[in-house]
């Protein structure tokens, strides 16, 4: 049997995350929760002037609301100790070399192999250097960056999403893995926590493709085998776009602020561009039991705004108290009314918010609209005793429809207009006995109430 599985989510605090953030996080997270597996949140936070602590919190606090809750969380501005030590090791090896080209003299370098037809990629003139011309260009005040040496081999992997996969490194120029500065991109550090931290297996978003040929190199000189990759399609927008963080488009806190359900979000960031249709869910742990890395697509997938106001809608109408009651209580929607009010509402809400209005329709104060005061009037004098319950409704209806030989429309809507002040809303059978026979009748003959 193979062990559980050891999985990351690795957000930069540069900005909130949106969707296609969460998407990544949420294939993570559910592929460890099926196999009883371990989620780290792993914040990169090596660059000092855009990583942000505040955006840190923000992205726990989201990740919190989607139901993920981290087994360990690390933050890579703490173990620069580590990188340091696998970079001298990579250098020991004749892996990793210093470079001394400017951002100017690399970018003329490439349009003149562009001009020539070749491929634009770095020609290793730094390995050209000699002691004495190395020595030239640092104390002219130049720093090196440094390289990986890439062996010009083709890659193979097999994508848990994608399956077969493989670059050509040949193709590829050696990646900077430390800045003139010293301080490291991505690629060095994301390697060495996953040694580290023994991750098995890193779901990620297929814009890394190519990355994980050049990884899977940094992985073997290091650690002599690398954990098994998958590229999941990314999510656009309604248009095709790509999402930013920093923009802000369709973010996390947005979508919460908006009164969207955590697990219509949850649904439709891994649901869209899968073998399942988007439906409602009733958990995350039902929602891991429908999702296989292996059967998502590998076009990209979009997401609808239209369709997430939908889907979250009808999550909402499945809830049972249980899981809103706390939320409810939240809103003043508690006491002993609380549950069979929320049922008797869900299904006409497209927010949770709004079961606040149905609870002052049944317990505050309406002022009702008189739209046919004689027939109010009839339906005041044939109103049934007390105590109501859902029948209520039912047998009031039918005794004025005999009275009045009214139905449908011109029966129902004076009376809901009356009521509850409203054009629409929750069935009156349910709401008549959370009303009361006294409050309903003081609205029928005018009285606001």
């Not at 005040?141 to 992997?157: A, C, Q, S, Y």
């Not at 969207?260 to 249709?277: F, K, N, Q, R, Y």
């Amino acid at each position: 049997m193979a062990s559980p599985p050891v999985v990351r989510f690795a957000p930069s605090p540069t900005g909130r995350i949106h969707i296609g953030n969460a998407r990544t996080a949420l294939l993570n997270w559910l592929f460890a929760r099926r196999r009883n597996g371990t989620f780290i949140l792993r914040f990169d936070d090596t660059d000092p002037e855009r990583s942000k602590a505040e955006y840190a919190d923000a992205i726990e606090a989201d990740l919190k609301w989607l139901g993920i809750t981290p087994d360990l969380v690390r933050r890579q501005s703490e173990r620069m100790a580590a990188y340091d030590e696998a970079a001298a090791r990579l250098r020991a090896l004749g892996r990793l070399y210093a470079a001394y080209e400017t951002a100017d003299e690399l970018d003329r370098r490439r349009k003149r192999q562009q001009a020539l037809g070749r491929p634009p990629i770095y020609d290793r003139a730094a390995l050209r250097l000699s002691e004495a011309e190395r020595a030239g260009l640092e104390a002219s005040g130049r720093k090196p960056h440094w390289r990986f040496l890439l062996e010009p081999t083709i890659v193979h992997w097999d994508d848990v999403v994608r399956g077969e996969s493989h670059i050509d490194c040949a193709s590829l120029s050696d990646p900077v893995l430390r800045r003139e500065d010293g301080t490291y991109l991505y690629t060095l550090p994301s390697v060495v926590d996953d040694i580290d931290f023994g991750i098995t297996h890193v779901i990620r978003g297929e814009d890394h493709v190519t990355n994980t040929a050049v990884q899977i190199q940094i992985f073997e000189a290091l650690a002599g085998a690398a954990p098994r990759f998958g590229h999941h399609n990314l999510l656009t927008d309604a248009g095709g776009g790509g999402l930013s963080k920093r923009a802000g488009a369709l973010s996390i806190a947005s979508l919460r602020a908006k009164g969207i359900e955590s697990l219509a979000v949850a649904a439709l960031a891994v649901l869209v561009g899968s073998a399942e249709a988007v439906r409602p869910v009733d958990s995350l742990d039902e929602l891991a039991g429908l999702i296989d890395p292996s059967h998502l697509s590998h076009g990209a997938a979009r997401f609808d705004e239209a369709e997430l106001e939908a889907l979250s809608a009808r999550t909402l109408h499945r809830l049972p108290y249980a899981a809103v009651a706390d939320r409810l209580a939240a809103l003043g929607v508690a006491g002993p009314k609380a549950e069979a009010l929320w049922l008797a509402v869900r299904g006409n809400l497209s927010r949770l918010d709004d079961a606040a209005i149905w609870r002052e329709v049944v317990e505050g104060e309406v002022a009702p609209i008189v739209e046919d005061a004689d027939f109010l009037k009839l339906a005041v004098s044939c109103a049934p005793e007390g105590p109501w319950d859902q029948s209520t409704w039912g047998a009031w209806t039918t005794r004025l429809k005999e009275l009045t030989g009214r139905k449908g429309r011109a029966l129902f809507h004076p009376l809901r207009l009356a009521l509850t002040g409203r054009e629409a809303g929750p069935e009156l059978a349910a709401l008549l006995p959370l009303m009361g026979r006294a409050r309903a009748l003081a609205r029928l003959s005018g009285q606001s109430v």
